[in-house]
């Protein structure tokens, strides 16, 4: 069973930055996507970004060239650095990993994802 727990929200002022932290625990030897998505009061849960065990990466259209997703070589932990960041970024933002080939292409839908972490949230003030 995977564990996930995330960290580094906050309040932020529009134009700061935030980065957020996913780590993992219980992760067999299996290749793993890893992903973020946020879900603002009211709304979806919606895709933000998604690495996978080969490195791939996908962004969603809204953060492209603003928010970077990364991890540590041990692949324990997955980073989402958030720049820029504006009010409609605000939201609750949720780590979540599944099983995947090691050359999967990219998951986009929650439903895809078998495990979550417990949200941290993000406010970001005009």
């Known amino acids: 069973q995977v564990q996930l727990v995330e960290s580094g929200g906050g309040l932020v002022q529009a134009g700061g930055s935030l980065r957020l932290s996913c780590a993992a625990s219980?992760?067999?030897?299996?290749?793993?996507?890893v992903g973020w998505f946020r879900q603002a009061s009211g709304q979806e849960r919606e895709f933000v970004a998604a690495?996978?065990?080969?490195?791939?990466?996908w962004y969603a259209d809204s953060v492209k060239g603003r928010f970077t997703i990364s991890r540590d070589t041990a692949k324990i932990t997955v980073y989402l650095q958030m720049n820029s960041l504006k009010p409609e970024d605000t939201a609750v933002y949720y780590c979540?990993?599944?099983?995947?080939?090691?050359?999967?292409?990219?998951?986009?839908?929650?439903?895809?994802?078998?495990?979550w972490g417990q949200g941290t949230k993000v406010t970001v003030s005009s």
């Open positions: 690495m996978g065990s080969a490195g791939w990466i």
């Open positions: 219980g992760r067999s030897s299996s290749n793993y996507v």
């Open positions: 979540a990993a599944r099983t995947a080939p090691l050359y999967s292409g990219a998951y986009y839908s929650p439903n895809e994802y078998h495990y």
